[in-house]
């Protein structure tokens, strides 16, 4: 009981700074989303507005265009970096010459910050005029189309998966590796050809890691806001939304601070149910294997 309690002595100083740092802003964003608080207007007095922020936007069909957006964006992106991420994987885990080399250059788009990365995608590969987009599709004579503003969801996706990609491949190759030698030994004695022994044997033997991978990766997709900000900046209009820009928009260009934490407490709501779902997923395959 001694040993325990002094362990509780050395976790308690982490739960408090956590405790800090996530769950008084959280408190903070609650309390403001119950007031009627309009930056813009400081003759207006600060009032309590109850549950109306909320209902303005569950009564508002942008919002719920936004949350399909939001939604479309994150699934979309997860499904291509959890298979690119698999199939990177596989190819990184094998010991060959110069593999250390691809594996860092694999994974040096997670430590690109987005919007330096956005600014490059936007200034020098998409532009339709000196980007590298449009001089090659200029040479080989046909006519560059905007992507940002024609097909600004498809390309917000592409960039997430751009962006993300290498994270999948950091925790699933870490997967791979953790196999033991003995049973990649049996199943090269026992002949199973190369899709026998990775869609049979290993896949099954890594989808902890993979789901660990996909609950972490819509943890930083559904976040993600620096790259839509210095490419589409939301528009055209509001099709390239996603909740939290929602959120930067009704903050800084709407200076509505109540409707700006209700939108934020939503956002995490949702974001928690599809946590919770995952985590519950996760700990099922986790017991079964126990």
């Known amino acids: 009981m001694k040993k325990k309690n002094l362990d509780m002595l050395y976790v308690w100083p982490a739960v ?4 800090v740092m996530t769950q008084v802003p959280f408190i903070l964003t609650l309390i403001y989303s119950t007031l009627r608080w309009n930056l813009a207007r400081p003759d207006l007095r600060i009032t309590f507005a109850g549950i109306d922020n909320y209902l303005y936007f569950l ?5 719920y265009s936004i949350v399909w957006q939001t939604i479309l964006l994150t699934v979309v ?18 010991a060959i010459p110069g593999i250390n080399v691809a594996r860092t250059l694999i994974l040096g788009p997670f430590f690109v910050m987005s ?10 590969i998409l532009n339709t005029t000196f980007g590298w987009y449009g001089v090659i599709l200029k040479a080989l004579g046909f006519t560059p189309v905007d992507l940002l503003s024609y097909h600004p969801i498809p390309l917000i996706a592409v960039l997430f998966v751009w962006q993300w990609m290498p994270f999948f491949v950091l925790v699933i190759l870490a997967g791979l590796q953790s196999i033991p030698s003995d049973v990649v030994d049996s199943m ?7 899709l026998q022994s990775t869609f049979l044997v290993k896949l099954p033997m890594i989808s ?5 991978a996909i609950m972490l990766g819509l943890i930083f997709i559904v976040k993600e806001f620096g790259l839509i900000l210095v490419t589409t900046a ?13 959120v930067y928009m009704q903050i800084f260009s709407g200076s509505n601070v109540g409707r700006a934490g209700a939108l934020a407490t939503m956002t995490v709501i949702l974001t928690l149910i599809a946590i919770n779902i995952l985590y519950k997923s996760i700990k099922r395959r986790s017991a079964a294997y126990e």
Do not use: Q
């Open 234 to 246: 939301g528009g055209p209009g509001t099709r390239s939304y996603t909740l939290p820009f929602y």
């Open 188 to 194: 090269k004695v026992d002949g199973t050809n190369w």
């Open 59 to 63: 009564k508002n069909p942008e919002f």
């Open 115 to 124: 919007t330096a990365s956005g600014v490059i995608w936007k200034t020098t």
């Open 16 to 19: 408090i700074v956590v405790a």
């Open 208 to 212: 902890v890691h993979i789901r660990v």
């Open 77 to 94: 992106a997860l499904i291509l970096c959890t298979v690119g991420g698999f199939l990177m994987s596989i190819l990184l885990d094998h």
